[in-house]
């Protein structure tokens, strides 16, 4: 893998070594119809995406042979997102679409066992962090690890920032150029442009929505400690340049959960994933290694 420069060298047509399927998921009582890319053989690694965004965040781990030669990688988009559209079942437009602790863990339940996943490793930035903790405390066992980028016990105190996420006198031009400003100044100018601009497709309301999960659903002040690392392993990991998930509250939960490990990553900010993928697998794959030992 390696990173894009300023005069593009010729290359042959080729195809990409990732598969992209729909699966019809049942998720409390609704069935949703789910897109989902996956590339790879060997333990099955399921990816989340941040909020308001979609599984496209993941396409440099899935093209990196460091990673598909070890792991099957599953990159999801959560119903209301990317491919996966809304439910036709459902009238979906005549409420408030809000993003919950309840819906998510339901959904991974469901979509572990309909493909058969045995004992898979969960990883997720942001949103997808945060859920890392949920997932270990509320389906013990049912990830072999958890690993959660940005990852917190909870984050209250920027509540206000929702309603801007979809008001009719913000531009929708407002998401992609915030998310834009929590990338790292180092990172390669074209991979951060490639995250914002994935933002700037999402549907207006989704992001809101998500951050209600976010900011008010997940809070694990009274129940952190009791997560028990010898059914899910958790692994909480931080970045510098990550404003919407300062440091120190990933660190705070690693601190609160018995056997938790805690990594930080210089030089990359919160999409480390997608705006500096070269910087992101130097840690992430011994992260991973540990967690597939299990």
Known sequence: MSGPTSAPEARHSRLADITGRYLYLDVLGVEYRVYFEEAGHGVPVVLQHTAGCDGRQW?????????????????????????????????????????????????????????????????????????????????????????????????????????????????????????????????????????AYIYSQGAPPVLRGDVHYYFSEHDLTETAKTIDTSRTALHVVSTEYDWPSPPAGSAALAAEVEGATYTHIDGVGHFSMSENPEVFKKHFLPILEQAAAL
């Open 59 to 195: 396409r440099h781990l899935l093209e990196d042979p460091d990673f598909t030669s070890r792991y099957r990688l599953i990159a999801v988009d959560l119903p209301f997102h990317g491919r996966s559209l809304p439910p036709v079942s459902q009238q979906w437009w005549t409420e408030e679409y809000k993003l919950r602790l309840d819906f998510l863990l339901a959904f991974y339940a469901a979509l572990v066992e309909a493909l058969e996943l045995d004992r898979p490793v969960y990883a997720g930035v942001s949103l997808g962090g945060h859920l890392a903790p949920d997932l270990a405390l509320h389906h013990p066992g049912l990830f072999r690890a958890a690993i959660g980028f940005g990852a917190a016990i909870a984050t209250h105190g920027a509540d206000r920032f929702a309603a801007w996420f979809h008001h009719p006198r913000i531009s929708n031009d407002s998401k992609p150029a915030m998310m834009y400003t929590g990338c790292a100044p180092q990172s390669p100018e074209a991979y951060k442009r490639e995250t």
